[in-house]
T-cell receptor
Framework: EPEVTQTPSHQVTQMGQEVILRCVPISNHLYFYWYRQILGQKVEFLVSFYNNEISEKSEIFDDQFSVERPDGSNFTLKIRSTKLEDSAMYFC?????????????FGPGTRLTVL | KNEVEQSPQNLTAQEGEFITINCSYSVGISALHWLQQHPGGGIVSLFMLSSGKKKHGRLIATINIQEKHSSLHITASHPRDSAVYICAVRVANAGGTSYGKLTFGQGTILTVHP
């Protein structure tokens, strides 16, 4: 069964460093999402991406964040200069195009720890 | 006020019990998801609903659009059902394009004892 994959599963970095989190969405999906979950808190929307551009973003997704689909398969989230408060689980999700009723499929997540 | 509220926050049950988790939301939606999150952190989609009722094995999900309420039921609960259950909604975008972002509840921690 097709699935969303994410790498790495755990990333440890120093404050101020750049990190890139990688996702491979399901191959025929066209909408892509990043969410994050700070430990003990609820999952929050970061950004959605469609047709090679950001379609919607939250207040969390400031200039330190960027997303890219560099080729036909990968979808990346870059944090330019990490802060302690960026420590969280980051989930990628994808869905097929069209209609309101298409389900999102989630990846296993990347746990980011900023020291 | 949170747009999505779940109850209870914590739920402990004995194996075999019937379990209900509730979700109320305050906004117009186009769809509601029930998700399962295990201790390792990964999220699995259980159901997506826009009306009525869905059943998958021992899991049943219902939604009442007029009352802005959904329930997730687990029949004959088992210790392997222990997880966090999360309700998430896709907010309806009147007159515009919905790109499908989800708004999440805080989750219900379910523990089923043998």
């Amino acid at each position: 069964e097709p699935e969303v994959t994410q790498t790495p599963s755990h990333q440890v970095t120093q404050m101020g460093q750049e990190v890139i989190l990688r996702c491979v969405p399901i191959s025929n999906h066209l909408y892509f999402y990043w969410y994050r979950q700070i430990l003990g808190q609820k999952v929050e929307f970061l950004v959605s991406f469609y047709n090679n551009e950001i379609s919607e973003k939250s207040e969390i997704f400031d200039d330190q964040f960027s997303v890219e689909r560099p080729d036909g398969s990968n979808f990346t989230l870059k944090i330019r200069s990490t802060k302690l408060e960026d420590s969280a689980m980051y989930f990628c999700a994808s869905r097929v195009a069209g209609g309101y009723y298409n389900e999102q499929f989630f990846g296993p997540g990347t746990r980011l720890t900023v020291l | 006020k949170n747009e999505v509220e779940q109850s209870p926050q914590n739920l402990t049950a004995q194996e075999g019990e019937f379990i209900t988790i509730n979700c109320s939301y305050s906004v117009g939606i186009s769809a509601l998801h029930w998700l399962q999150q295990h201790p390792g952190g990964g999220i699995v989609s259980l159901f997506m609903l826009s009306s009525g009722k869905k059943k998958h094995g021992r899991l049943i999900a219902t939604i009442n659009i007029q009352e802005k309420h959904s329930s997730l039921h687990i029949t004959a609960s088992h210790p392997r059902d222990s997880a966090v259950y999360i309700c998430a909604v896709r907010v309806a975008n009147a007159g515009g394009t919905s790109y499908g972002k989800l708004t999440f509840g805080q989750g219900t921690i379910l523990t089923v004892h043998p």
